[in-house]
């Protein structure tokens, strides 16, 4: 029994090692783990950012090839919106290089013009076009107010054909314009005409105020009767009556069916009513009426006509504001 107290059991190494194999085990694990998530490439994630390259922008298209020969767009035919279907056309030529000169030479003279093209079977025609108008009456006044320039043209409208643009211009002394009076200087004539659009034109240091301008006699006709319907004075004028039928307008009767008239004054002879007129031109229209009375004949000074009193008592009214002294009669 003493011998047995003396004896000392001996550690078992065996499940030691085992134990201390297991822990390194362990931790290389963790370390390969640890080590494999900085050195390997991560999978793409869906919400990575796209490469520099994705962001660009497609190549931008280039703009398209406009040909020098084909005409702008025109305005919509919206309902608020005219239609501009006259075409005031200079010339056309069946070269390219001639109408690039025509232009060339309308800039000279401060007038813009643009070329357009028509196919043809036998070739292209190159058409100048100096502008586009609601109606024809706008394009041919617009001509008129071109001429002292030099530059002649036609108006044209599609419906006329491609045929017409190369038959000879027909002369503008065809043409009906529909003038309200001739006025010393520029603003005079925009003030006598206040409300009614005209176009202006000058020569010999006469200013023209025109409303209107038609092919036939019978449109002219009808344009001053509806002006004459709103007391507007005005009259017809061809280019071949010549610039003194505007400069020395003649006495003429009142519109027709106007029964109360605003009168200036009253005068023996044209002369005198004319000088008298003169001295409101730059102020108002008018017109010599030359009238009987008795076995005479008087010349007045008429500054209205109407179909009612009321409507003569208001322009009486307006020129007297202007410090013309008129007064209303009844004829």
Sequence with gaps: MGDMQ??????????????IVSIIMIVSTIMLVFLGHFIS????????????????????????????????????????????????????????????????????????SYIWEITQPNGS?????LGAYPTRSDCDSRLLQLKPSGITGRCW???????????????????????LGAYPNYSAAIAATAGLSPYIWEKDGIYVAQVGAYSTADESRIAVKKLSSQGVFSYIWQERDGFDAIRNRTASTPPPKQNYHVVMGVFKTQDLAKRKADSVASITSYVIWANALGDKTVYRVLLGSYTTKQAAKAKQRDLNAMGIQSFVIFE
């Design 6 to 19: 003396g004896y000392k059991t001996m550690p078992n190494f065996k499940w030691f090692r085992l134990a």
């Design 41 to 112: 490439p991560s999978p793409p994630s869906a919400l990575a950012s796209p490469p520099p390259s994705a962001l660009a922008s497609p190549p931008a298209e280039p703009p398209p090839i406009v040909s020098p020969y084909s005409e702008p767009p025109l305005p919509l035919n919206d309902p608020g919106q005219a239609s501009f279907d006259y075409k005031l056309i200079s010339s056309a030529h069946a070269g390219y290089s001639l109408a690039e000169a025509q232009t060339a030479h309308l800039k000279t003279l401060g007038v813009e």
């Design 125 to 129: 025609l190159y058409v100048i076009q």
């Design 157 to 179: 409208h599609p419906a006329d054909g491609v045929a017409e643009l190369t038959t000879p211009t027909p002369a503008s002394s065809t043409y009906y314009k529909v003038i």
